[in-house]
C-alpha cells in the first residue's frame, strides 16, 4: 500500500554502520550505557542550597546515580521563574563534588556553555532547543558529555541528525533522552512519551538512550508505571523529577515525585531491570 | 500557564467513580482483568484451516489463552485480501472449540454483529470503527464481550465514550485496547503507541486494558520490546499477531511474529509480570 | 535530506492519469465540479419542519444550491441527540422537492443506505465513517451521489482510496471533502482545516473538492475567513451550517452561522470567485 | 461533551485586550499591518551578488516590498549548506540601499543580534527557534523589527507568548508568521499550512500576521493557491521562496518560485486582495 521506500539514512556518526559498539562512557565511576542502567532524579529547578543538598541526598540513598538541576530555564511564559543562573550552577558544582554524584543542567545560550561545562558533569540540550545549531555546535565544541533531548514534533531521522550536529563538532559521549512528542490529546496527560522511539533508537544507533517520563506523561501519578515501560523497552536510563515538597516547586511540581515516591519507584525499577537482566 | 479546567467527565458507566471495582469476567475458564495478564496471538487474518490450526496450537503452547484471526478485513484499499468472511468465523468456531481456546474476531457491519457472535467468544470494534456508532450500539445490545481498539486519533475521552455505548447498549464485558495512534514520524514505525493511554485508563475506567504492539509499531523487531513495556505499564493483556510464515501472510506480514518469535516474547512477559506482581 | 520515493500511488479511478477530465455532474439543475462553485448550507440536525423549512429558505434566497441536513447523528456521547431518523429524512424530502434545492444527508449504517437514497440526492459519509468499509461498499453499489468526508487523522491516500472504494463498487459522482484534521491545538478551533488538501486533491484526481469551514474551525466567529480561504485555494465547493438560532441548536450550535452571517458570507464569497475566476 | 473552559490568556502585551489598536509600522516606506497587504519575496539562501541582486530586481519588479534572504541558515544536517554568513548579510544589505527594498533575513544565535540588525530591516527568529529564549531576549532588547515564525507544533498560546518575550523586553514591531505545522501526512507536503491559525491570530492579538505557504506546502505547484487561500483567511502579508533557477538552489529549490512563477502570483493575489477590500 504505502508505496514507499527509504533509500539511504540521513546520518552518519550517529548510525551502528559506523560505530558497531554501543557508546559506553564513565563519569565519577557510574558507567552510562551498555548494560548499564541509570537513573537521574532531582528538581525541575535549582531553588535553594537546601532544597537541592535535601534532593540530592534523597534520590543518592534510594540508589539515582546522576542528579538534575535546571540553572537556565526555558519557561513558555516571560513571567515564568526563569532559574537562579550562574548561583544555581554553583550549588550544582558543591553538591556533586559534596556527595560525588554526577550532576546534569541545561544550557540555552552557546554563550554559556563553557561555562556550563566548568560546573556541571553533563550538558543538557533541551526539546525546545534540540534544533538550535549554534548551540549544538558549541556544545559539540565542547566535548563535554551531553544529554540531548527529543524536540516535540522531532522525528527520529531529525533527532538523530541534531546528535549529528554534537558528534561532528567533537562530543563523543552523547545521552539521546526521549521526553514525549505532541500529544493526540492534551486533557489527561502533557505529552505523548513515545516509547517505540526507544526499540527504534537502539536498533538506529550506538548512543545511549534515557527516557523521561516526567515530562512524558506531566502528571506525577503516571510517571512511575511510565518508568516501568520506558525500562521494560530497553531505555539506558530513565530520568525523573523530585522535589522535598512538590506542591510548592517553583516549577514542574504537577510532574514531580516525593523522595517517598521516588524510593519506591526505584525498588520497582530494580525487578524491572532484573526481570529484562539489566544491571541497576 | 495552561488555563484550563476540566469540569467533568463526559463518561459515565465507564468510569471508575461509577463503578469502583475493576470489571473482571471469565470466558472458557480464562479471567480477564484483575491482577491476571492474558495475552492474545494470532493471525491477522484467517486464511485457512491448516494456518489457523497450526498457529493456534503454537500460540497455546507458548502460554496464549486468546486466540485473534480476522475474517471481515478492514483494508484500506478495495484491492487488497478482505478476509474468509463466514469460512473464517467457522475456522475460528472449529480451533476455538476443538482447543477449548478464547477466540476473538473483528466485525465492521452491525448486519454481522449477531452472525459473529454465534462464532467467536469476543467481538472486536476494529480502530476505524471505533466511532461508528451503529456498530457499537449493535454490539452493545448483543451484550457478547467485545473488545474495542482505539481510533488512531481518538482522544481518551472519545475512546472512553465509545465503550459508553457498549457500556449503555447492554454489553458489561468490554476490553479496551491500545493500539497506536497517527504517529509524528512513520519513516520507522507504522503507529506511535500511546503507552500513557495505559495507567490513565487504569485511573479512570474500571475496565481492563490490553496493549497491541504489532499494531502500536508495524514492525515485528520492535513488538517484543513493546509487549514488555506495555506490561510494565500496568496493561491487563497484550495482543499480537503471529503467522507460521509471516513473509507470505496475506496481511500485515510485516508486524507479524513467527510462533518461535512469539515464544521467546512469552517468556519475556512472564518476568516481567512477576517483577510487578502480575499473574500471566 | 529525506531519502524517501513514493513509487507509485495506490489509488487507480480516482486518480487523473486514470480519468484526465475532472468529473462533472448535475442535479436539479445544479452543476457540481468544473468551473462551478457551489455552496452548501443548512443546519447539523433537521429538528423540525419549522426549522428546515425556515433554514432552507433563508440559505437558497442568499444563492446556496445544496441544502443540508441531519437525520442520522454520529455524536460522540451516547447521551446526546441522535437525530430524528427517517422523520427527519422525510422532512428533507418535503423540502427538496418544495423548494427545488438539492439534498445531502449522513448515511451511518450500510443498512440504511437504500432508505436514505430514497429521500436525499446526495449521501454523505462522514469524517468518522470514512474507513467503514461496509458502508462504503454500500454506498458505492447503490450509484448515488455521495459526498466523503475525509477522516480527522486520514493522509491523503487514505483518503483517495476511500473514494476508491465507492468508485470500484459502482459509484462515479464522488465529491470529496476536507473537514479539518486532528490539530496540534485545541484551545481555539476544534480542528485543524487543512487548504493545503485542496490544490494536492485538485492535481491527484478529477473529483469535485468541497471544503468545509463549520466544522474545520468549530468556532462561527472564524468560519467565514476559513471559507474565502477554502475558495481561494481552489474548492469548487463550501459547505456550511446554518441554523435560525445557533444557541438552540441541538448540535454543533457553536459553528453554526445565522442566516444574516450565511448571506454576508455569501457575498465575499462571490468576490472571492470572480477574483480567481470561478463561477458562483 | 468538552468540559473544559480556559479561564485567562496567558499572555499579554500581544493581546487585543491590551492594546486595542493594530500595530501598524513603516519601514523604507512601506507599511506593514493596518489595511495593507505585503508581499515578501526571495531566495531560501543568499548564494552569490549575482543572484540576490537578479532576484530582489525580479520581485520588486512584480510588487513585492520585502526581499528575503538567508545568511545563517538552520539546517537539519550538519553536512548542508550553512549559509555564507556574514558575507551574505553585507550582500543583503547593499541591495537593499541600492533598489530601497526592506529586507529580512534569520538571526539564529543571539550573539549575532546586534551585527545582523546592523545588515537588516527586519530580523526573522525561524521556526525551529521559536521558543529559543535567549534569542528571543536579545532580539526584544535590539528593539528591531522582528519576524517571528510559529513552531511546528507550537499551540496559539505558545506562538503568542514566544511574541510577547519579544514585546516584554522591548521590541514592539514584532509580525507573526504562520508556516505549516507538523503533518498528519508527509506523502505530498512537507507541512501542514494552519490557515485557521491567521484568523484566530487577528482576533486575539494586534500583530501583523504573515502566512509563509513555501514552507506550509513545500512543494512550488501548491505555494500560489496557498497564498491566494492566506490572503483571503485575513493575512497581512505572504512571504515566499523565489530563485532564479530553483533546480540549483542550495536550499529549498522544491518549494522556490521562479521568478515568472512569482509574478503571476502577485497578479492574482492583486484580484484577492482586491476582492476582499485590501490594499495590495
Redesign the interface.
Known sequence: ????????????LASREFRKVDTVFTLKGVTIGGNQCVITGGPCSVESREQIFETARAVQASGAKILRGGAYK???????FQGLGKEGLELLKEVGDALNIVTVSEV????DVSLVTEYVDILQIGA??M????LLIAAGRSGHPTLLKRG???????FL?AA??LL??GTERVILCERG?????????R??????S???LK??THLPVFVDPAH??GVT??VS??A???????ADGIMVEVHPNPKEALSDGAQSQTPAQFDEMMQ?LR??A???GRDL
Chains 1, 2, 3, 4 share one sequence.
Open positions: 500500500m504505502e508505496s514507499v521506500v527509504q533509500i539511504s539514512r540521513p546520518f552518519k526555558p519557561r513558555t511564559s516571560p513571567y515564568a540555552m545560550d552557546p554563550a525546545r532547543n534544533q538550535n545549531y549554534p516535540p514534533s522531532a522525528t527520529i531521522d531529525e541528525l549529528e550536529y561532528h563538532h512528542v505532541h500529544p493526540i490529546d492534551r486533557t489527561y496527560t505529552n505523548t512519551l513515545d516509547l517505540n526507544v526499540p527504534v536498533y538506529l512524558g506523561t501519578r503516571y508505571a511510565m516501568r515501560a520506558g525500562l521494560a523497552a530497553g520497582e525487578k524491572v532484573q526481570a529484562i
